[in-house]
Each structure stands twice: as structure tokens, then as C-alpha cells.
């Protein structure tokens, strides 16, 4: 049996490495800096806010994780990071424009203190930046050293305990293994000879692990996935972990994905684009940069929903990522999903779970298209996520090419009995509220829905 790592206890200071100190990072610091002052809540943090249960669930013991878990306090934390631009943390936070200039004001004082260090940084792997404040030494080797004596001071002048290196820096360009990448030795000589297979966030990695630091991937770079690194990490009893922070998109795609597996419906596409205006974007409207990017996401899905064991419901599915930069949009990312299902065979429509009596035992009518009369129902199309629209109760008079009840047909002559459409169970319309689906087509098959009236009979 393996001897399990010895985890060292909570004491003392935490220092916490920022690789870049942009949009990310500063809101990190300028968030724990508010919270530590009583002028914010810790929100979307886990092991601060966030429960752990003990026991059943009956008894009642649910301590906050912070409470159970010995954990360094956010007063024992001190920040220190690298940068291409000289920016102070709070200038660094101004131009990032993420949170509002009156909260920072309130933690101006801790951000100012907190300048970056000069950082190793190479345009061959973020083409569309460029900053002033960048190392220079014989070789990546060189470069790495230097990043190790950073880190060596920092732990000194500020007395900690503890370190840990965060990569909050920029997505590289989209790389595979190499050579370089299988040996300690052969990464060692590759930093020497300066390998092209070599981007600056694995130098990162090599110095922090040589030093013992943890080290988490804030991107979905290469970085860390190599055996020659992760070799290291065992060695060193460094832990690492990350492939990007997924906070956004990808964040609200594997809250939905998992809910459409376990109700086991089929997906044809999932069409999936961002609009953004932040230096992240500007480094993504480099193809190479956008294509490491594109890979970490597409790779959720196949991962939530696992093909080879559902063929039939995902071995087909059509998935395209779009990131556009759009500098009005600045830091606010705006992202669209479309998602189309798969449609069941008509054969099947009996099977699905939907009552077919009234309270009173007569059997209940199911839905069914309603034509113009003398008009052939026109194929159905994959249903999808579209845009819903209401309209007015009189802006439609008749039946809808290829209208769908939402009430089965005895009901909705009930509906339209009651004064106003207002029953207890229905609409607040009066009438039949109907479905169609527009011919209209947006893009990779979003569709209009659109929901209409049909007045009741005289």
C-alpha cells in the first residue's frame, strides 16, 4: 500500500503567486481584500460560504467548509504576481474595468502595494500582446531560474509558510506533446537549447514545482499536461491541478448537458458563441490562440456525455464554438447557446410519460397538429432552444401552418368557456394558445417559436 503525502496543516501565511496580474487576477484580490474589510460577501466562493454535510441529512449538521476543513484564513493570505505591463494591481484593475470604481477606491490602498514582477513572456505563444515589463536571460533555463529566486523573495520578505502559483495569464497557442515534454531531463535540456515546444507557462510550472510550490492552470494551455512535469510534481509532493477556470460558457454548458443526459435526450448540435472586448479577447482572435481555447470546450461535452456509451443519442452531435472580439463589449463576455434535440420517431410518441385521463378516468385527448384548412402539416424540424415570443390575444384569428394546442382539444374547448380564459389551471388568455414553428432560421438552425391565439368559436 502506498504511503499517503503528508498534507501540511493550515499555519502560519499563504502566499498565492498570480501569473499575470489582469481582469482576473485583480478582481481576485480586490474581491478578498473587500470581503476582509466587511465591505463584500464571499459570493461564488465555495470553501467560504459553502456547507458540507455530516451524518444524515435529518440531523442538521451542515458547518460551513471554512469551519470543518483547516484552511488559511483570508487574513493570513498575501498576494504577489508577474506582468507584462508595470501597472499596480489597482491601475491593473482600473484598466480591466470589471468591478465598480467605488469599490475600488475602498481597497486602493492594498491593490497600490501590489506592483508585478518583471515576467517571462514570448509573443511566439500570445501573438496579439505585447508588454514592456518582460525578462531577458541567456536561455528558458535562465528565465526559469530567475522566476525561482522571485519566488524565493518573496516568501522571505513577506515571512510565509506556504505558496502556491496560480497561471492567470493568457491562452497560448494550441500545442501538442513533444520530445522535450517526456523527461525531467529532456524538458531541462530543452529550456537550455530554448525548444520552441517549450511556451512560457510551462517555464512557470518548472519553476514553481522545483520549488515545491503547488501549481493550478488557470487556461487550457499545455502547460502542466506533459509527463515530464507531471513526474516532477509527484516528486516534489507538489500538487497541481486546473484546465481553465471555466466560469463562463463552458461554466453554464456542463449545468445543462448534465440535465439533458440524465433525462437521456439525444442532441444533434450545440451551437455555442461569445462576443468579448477584454485583452482575453484580443488574445483570442488569434486563430492559434482561439484553437487551444476551442479544443478545452468542445472537450466538456464529450466528456459529460460519453458517445461511446450513448451512440444513439450523441455519436453524431454537430458542436461548434465561435469567440469573437468585440472591443465596445470591453469585459462584459456575452454568450449564446443554441442547442438542437434530437427528435423521437413518430412510432415512439405513445411511449412518452404524459397522462392520457382526466380526473375523471375519460381518456384524454394528446396534442396534434392543427392545419389551415385544405393545408398539408409541414415536416417537423429538430425542436432546439429558440427565441420565444408573445403576442397580443388578437393578433392572430386563425390556426398557424403547422400549429401544435398546448391544450388537448377537450380542454381547450373548456378553456375558451371560462369568462376571460382566466381558470384556475389554464392561460390568461381566451382562446387556445397554440404553437408554431416559423420558417424562419437563424444561423445553425435556430428557430422562431412563437406563441399566438385562436379565438374561440361563436
Not at 26 to 34: C, L, M, P, S, Y
Request: aromatic residues 6%; neutral net charge.
Amino acid at each position: 500500500m502506498n504511503k499517503p503525502a503528508e498534507i501540511i496543516p493550515a499555519h502560519g501565511k499563504l502566499g498565492v503567486l498570480l501569473v499575470g496580474l489582469g481582469a482576473v487576477s485583480t478582481t481576485f484580490i480586490a474581491g478578498v481584500e473587500a470581503i476582509k474589510k466587511g465591505l463584500a460577501q464571499p459570493v461564488g466562493s465555495l470553501t467560504q460560504m459553502g456547507t458540507i454535510r455530516l451524518g444524515k441529512r435529518t440531523e442538521g449538521r451542515s458547518p460551513l467548509v471554512k469551519d470543518f476543513v483547516p484552511l488559511a484564513s483570508l487574513d493570513d493570505i498575501v498576494f504577489g504576481g508577474w506582468d507584462i505591463f508595470d501597472e499596480n494591481c489597482y491601475e491593473a484593475a482600473r484598466t480591466a474595468g470589471v468591478l465598480e470604481a467605488s469599490l475600488l477606491e475602498q481597497v486602493r490602498p492594498e491593490l497600490e502595494r501590489i506592483r508585478p514582477w518583471t515576467a517571462v513572456f514570448d509573443r511566439q505563444y500570445v501573438k496579439r500582446l505585447d508588454g514592456p515589463n518582460v525578462k531577458t536571460g541567456a536561455n528558458k533555463k535562465d528565465l526559469a531560474e530567475q522566476v525561482r529566486a522571485d519566488i524565493r523573495t518573496f516568501k522571505a520578505d513577506h515571512h510565509l509558510d506556504r505558496l502556491v502559483m496560480i497561471w492567470c495569464g493568457s491562452t497560448e497557442i494550441f500545442m501538442t506533446e513533444a520530445p522535450s515534454h517526456q523527461t525531467l531531463a529532456a524538458l531541462e535540456q530543452g529550456l537550455q537549447r530554448n525548444d520552441v515546444a517549450i511556451p512560457s507557462s510551462m517555464v512557470y510550472a518548472y519553476a514553481a514545482l522545483m520549488e515545491g510550490v503547488p501549481f493550478a492552470n488557470g487556461a487550457p494551455n499545455l502547460t502542466i499536461d506533459v509527463p515530464a512535469l507531471m513526474q516532477l510534481a509527484h516528486d516534489q509532493a507538489a500538487p497541481v491541478a486546473g484546465k481553465d477556470f471555466k466560469t463562463g460558457q463552458t461554466l453554464i454548458k456542463t449545468v445543462v448537458a448534465p440535465g439533458l443526459k440524465a433525462r437521456l435526450l439525444g442532441i444533434t448540435g450545440w451551437y455555442s458563441t461569445n462576443i468579448l472586448g477584454n485583452r482575453d479577447g484580443e488574445v483570442l482572435d488569434d486563430p492559434e490562440s482561439f484553437k487551444t481555447k476551442e479544443e478545452s470546450k468542445k472537450s466538456v461535452l464529450d466528456y459529460i456525455l460519453q458517445p461511446n456509451l450513448y451512440p444513439q443519442l450523441y455519436d453524431n452531435l454537430c458542436h461548434v464554438v465561435r469567440i469573437n472580439y468585440y472591443p465596445p463589449r470591453g469585459d462584459n463576455k456575452e454568450g449564446w447557446d443554441n442547442i438542437d434535440l434530437a427528435r423521437l420517431p413518430d412510432a415512439a410518441e405513445d411511449q412518452l410519460p404524459v397522462s392520457r385521463q382526466h380526473p375523471g378516468g375519460a381518456p384524454r385527448a394528446r396534442p396534434r397538429a392543427v392545419p389551415r384548412p385544405g393545408e398539408a402539416v409541414r415536416p417537423e424540424r429538430h425542436p432546439g432552444v429558440a427565441l420565444v415570443l408573445l403576442q397580443e390575444p388578437d393578433a392572430c384569428a386563425r390556426p398557424l401552418p403547422g400549429a401544435r394546442p398546448l391544450h388537448p382539444v377537450d380542454e381547450a374547448e373548456e378553456h375558451a368557456a371560462v369568462p376571460q380564459g382566466r381558470g384556475p389551471d389554464h392561460a390568461p388568455w381566451a382562446g387556445v394558445l397554440r404553437l408554431r414553428r416559423d420558417s424562419l432560421e437563424l444561423g445553425s438552425g435556430l428557430e422562431l417559436l412563437d406563441f399566438s391565439r385562436v379565438r374561440p368559436a361563436k
